[in-house]
C-alpha cells in the first residue's frame, strides 16, 4: 500500500511540475509578447533569429554608409554647379568686353573680377565636409589643389591629390566612392591641335605638343636668326627660321611645344592656345593675363586673343556640366540602392517578428486551459491521495 501510494504520490507530483512549468513558460510569453525567450524554447528558431539579426546589423552599416555618401554628393553637386554659376557670369561679363564695348580701365576691372572668381575656384576645388576634401580622390585628409603666387597673384594650381578611388562596400558585392578624383571632372583630356594668336608668323609644328591651357610664345632676334621661349625667356632655341617642326620646351615644367617657324616674320609675344587641355583654373588665368595685359599689346590685339579665349570657358562649362550629371547619377544610383538595403532591412526585422511574436489570444486560451488542468489535477490527487483502508472496506 504505502508503495503504490508512494509512486501515485511522485507521478502526480511529476504532472503538477510539468504543468507548472508549462504555466510559467506561457506567463512568461504573455509578458513579454515574445514567443523565443531564451534558446531552449525553441533552437530551429532561435537560430534563425540569429542569422536574422546579424542581417539586420550588417544592413544598418550599409545604410548608414549610403547616407554618408549621398550627402557628400550631394554637397559636391552643389559645389560643381556653383563652379558652373561662376563660369556663366564670367563669360557673360567678357563677352561685352571683347565686343570693345568697355575701356581699357573696365577691362582692368574685368581682370580683378577674374581674379576673385579664380580665388573662389580653388577654395572650391578645396572644399571639406567632416574634415574630409570633397576632390582629392582616396587622398581626403589635406587639400587636393596647392596655390603657387607671383606678388600676390595665382600663377599655377597643381593637384596634389590621389588619382585613385576611395571605394566603399555600400552594399554586398557593390563599391563605389563619394569622393571625386579632382583632374577628372575639373580638366579636360581632348587635345586638339594648337591655335597660335599674334602677330609673329608663328603657327603649329607636325608634332603633338604637351603644353597645356595657355602658353605664351615670345620671339625675339631677327630675320634667320629668332629666339623662341615658352617659360618667359628663362631658357630659349634658336632657329634660323627654316624649322617646320621646332620643339620649344618649357624649362621648369618638360612641357613641349613644336612651332613651325619657316613664316615667322615679325618679333612679339603670341598667345598659344591648346584646345582641349584646359583645366578651370589655367583657364582663369589665361584670360586674367590677357586682360591685364602685361605684354603691352593693343587694344584690338587684346580683343582678339580675349574672343580666342572665352572658348576655353565654353570647354570648362561644358566639363562641369558633365561632371554635375555624373554626380547626379551616382547620388541616384546610390538612392536606388539605399532603397533597396531598407527593404531587405524591413523583411528581415518582419521575418524576426514573426518568429518571435507571441500570439497573445492564443497564449491566453492555453494559459487558462493550464490553470484548469492544474485545478482539476490537485483535485483528483487530493482525493486518490486520501484512500484509506475503510475505502476497501465497504
Not at 584670360?287 to 602685361?294: K, P, Q, T
Request: proline share 1%; charged share 20%; no cysteine.
Amino acid at each position: 500500500m504505502s508503495g503504490a501510494l508512494s509512486s501515485i504520490y511522485n507521478n502526480v507530483n511529476f504532472a503538477l511540475h510539468l504543468n507548472t512549468e508549462a504555466m510559467i513558460r506561457l506567463q512568461e510569453q504573455a509578458s513579454t509578447g515574445s514567443e523565443v525567450n531564451r534558446t531552449s524554447d525553441d533552437p530551429s528558431a532561435a537560430y534563425r533569429v540569429l542569422g536574422l539579426n546579424s542581417q539586420v546589423k550588417s544592413l544598418e552599416n550599409y545604410s548608414d554608409h549610403l547616407s554618408d555618401a549621398i550627402g557628400i554628393l550631394e554637397l559636391s553637386s552643389t559645389v560643381i554647379e556653383e563652379m558652373v554659376s561662376s563660369f556663366r557670369d564670367t563669360k557673360g561679363s567678357l563677352t561685352q568686353i571683347s565686343n570693345g564695348i568697355y575701356d581699357e580701365a573696365a577691362r582692368n576691372r574685368a581682370a580683378e573680377g577674374v581674379k576673385h572668381t579664380l580665388e573662389q575656384m580653388v577654395m572650391l576645388a578645396n572644399s571639406e565636409h567632416t574634415g574630409q576634401y570633397l576632390f582629392g580622390g582616396g587622398s581626403t585628409a589635406s587639400a587636393p589643389y596647392l596655390v603657387q603666387r607671383t606678388n600676390g597673384e595665382i600663377t599655377s594650381v597643381t593637384y596634389q591629390g590621389s588619382y585613385q578611388d576611395r571605394n566603399i562596400e555600400m552594399a554586398p558585392n557593390v563599391q563605389s566612392s563619394a569622393f571625386y578624383v579632382g583632374e577628372d571632372i575639373f580638366r579636360s583630356d581632348q587635345r586638339a591641335a594648337p591655335v597660335f594668336v599674334g602677330s609673329t608668323g608663328s603657327a603649329g609644328g607636325t608634332g603633338t605638343s604637351s603644353v597645356r591651357g595657355d602658353t605664351w610664345l615670345t620671339v625675339t632676334g631677327s630675320a634667320g636668326n629668332y629666339n623662341l621661349s615658352v617659360d618667359g625667356g628663362l631658357s630659349t632655341v634658336n632657329t634660323d627660321g627654316t624649322n617646320a617642326n621646332l620643339a620649344v620646351t618649357h624649362s621648369t615644367t618638360g612641357e613641349i611645344l613644336y612651332v613651325d617657324t619657316t613664316q615667322i616674320s615679325d618679333t612679339g609675344v603670341d598667345l598659344v592656345r591648346a584646345p582641349g587641355t584646359y583645366d578651370i583654373f589655367s583657364a582663369l588665368i589665361g584670360i586674367r593675363d590677357i586682360l591685364s595685359n602685361e605684354n603691352n599689346f593693343t587694344d584690338a590685339q587684346v580683343r582678339e586673343m580675349l574672343n580666342s579665349s572665352l572658348s576655353s570657358l565654353d570647354e570648362m562649362s561644358g566639363v562641369l556640366i558633365e561632371a554635375v550629371v555624373s554626380t547626379g547619377s551616382r547620388i541616384g544610383f546610390l538612392d536606388d540602392l539605399s532603397d533597396n538595403i531598407q527593404n531587405l532591412e524591413f523583411y528581415a526585422e518582419d521575418e524576426t517578428t514573426r518568429l518571435l511574436e507571441a500570439d497573445i489570444a492564443q497564449i491566453a486560451i492555453d494559459l487558462s486551459r493550464r490553470e484548469v488542468l492544474y485545478q482539476m489535477s490537485l483535485s483528483i490527487a487530493a482525493k486518490v491521495m486520501s484512500v484509506s483502508l475503510l475505502d476497501f472496506l465497504r
